[in-house]
Nanobody, 120 residues
Framework: QVQLVESGGGLVQPGGSLRLSCKAS????????MGWYRQAPGKQRELVAA???????NYADSVKGRFTLSRDNAKNTVYLQMDSLKPEDTAVYYC??????????????WGQGTQVTVSS
């Protein structure tokens, strides 16, 4: 079994910052890509940013230059630093990890989601 635990969401004013963290634990052999998705009310879930085990990152155009994704492979943890937040960044943010278990089974694992609200 694999669990993803997210933290760091909350309420922030426009222009403010938040840092999300997501730690994977359980029967993990390795993790390939880790990343964050978000889903706003009435909208489909969308990719925010992703990072490979080698550190290659990919960002949605809407967050480029404002969000920074990083990971600590030793801790199976991914971080999303969100700066210059806008009201349109309001959403539930979900962590995703492409996990290879100790049984060598690969599957995508999702966190429970953390709310980010940007409002004055």
């Amino acid at each position: 079994q694999v669990q993803l635990v997210e933290s760091g969401g909350g309420l922030v004013q426009p222009g403010g910052s938040l840092r999300l963290s997501c730690k994977a634990s359980g029967s993990i052999f390795s993790i390939n890509t880790m990343g964050w998705y978000r889903q706003a009310p009435g909208k489909q879930r969308e990719l925010v940013a992703a990072i490979t085990s080698g550190g290659y990152t990919n960002y949605a155009d809407s967050v480029k230059g404002r969000f920074t994704l990083s990971r600590d492979n030793a801790k199976n943890t991914v971080y999303l630093q969100m700066d210059s937040l806008k009201p349109e960044d309001t959403a539930v943010y979900y962590c995703k990890a492409d996990v290879v278990t100790t049984s060598r089974v690969q599957f995508p694992s999702w966190g429970q989601g953390t709310q980010v609200t940007v409002s004055s």
